[in-house]
């Protein structure tokens, strides 16, 4: 990033006036982003919070190029995005969701689910079926989980726990070049003890490879002990935005007081939101 005096580079995203609207001119017309800037550094994890219906995933859609913007402009490095369908920001964006088999085929094994991955980065010279150099490659990669996983690899995806599917979808997510990775809840459908290892895992892959990402949790602990930078939404909009000091001193009960600001009211789920 360089120091305060050394030189100013541009982000690594640059997320300038987004708007999306669904349904324009229609009843059911809904503001989903409106006017949403936010400029992210290289290497930055940006943790995302913000109640049901605020933006979040839209945000990442917006990034990943899944949603088209009604207004605004997105830029990756100094290149204009805007308009790059996904497929073409697949070669700087990989995303992981909440669910573990949306990143996976089940029916395929292991081996064949990361082969896909390989060749979704288009590495060069990866035939069909895995030479040694690969299997070798991919057996590395898994052993560094811990759960066993480089002595499955001709498994059925399907055969492996939620936790064990989430590992691998992570693992598969930044297996081929990547800038950015967008977390999307990737650790709300498991059990605590098996999100803390994934949130690890995500933590040693982000810091080794230098990435630069965001993830939506519903988690005020997770927002807060996990990353570089917390930013809230509401209503399509940035409305907190706490790095450094006033970060490291802000606690979960500030964070939900802050919540219910925003939200006009007093939160009755509290318990999900502390998890
Ligand atoms: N494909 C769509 N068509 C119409 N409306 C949509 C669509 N996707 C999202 N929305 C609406 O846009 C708004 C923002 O949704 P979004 O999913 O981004 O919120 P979120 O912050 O991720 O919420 P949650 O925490 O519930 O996942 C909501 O009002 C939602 O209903």
Known sequence: MGGPFGPRRSPMISADALQVVFNPGTPLENHALRGLTLDIPEGQWLTVIG?????????????????????????IGSQDVTRWPTHQRSALVARVFQDPLAGTCERLTIEENMALALRRGGVRGLRPALGRHEREYLRERLSRLGLGLENRLKDRMGLLSGGQRQAVSLLMATLAPLRILLLDEHTAALDPRTADLILRLTQDLIRELNLTALMVTHSMKQALHFGDRTVMLHEGKVVLDLTGAERAGMTVEGLLAQFSHQRGEDLDDDALLLG
């Open 51 to 75: 109640s049901n219906g605020a933006g979040k995933s839209t945000l990442l859609n917006a990034l990943s190029g899944d949603i088209r913007l009604s207004a605004g402009r997105i830029l």
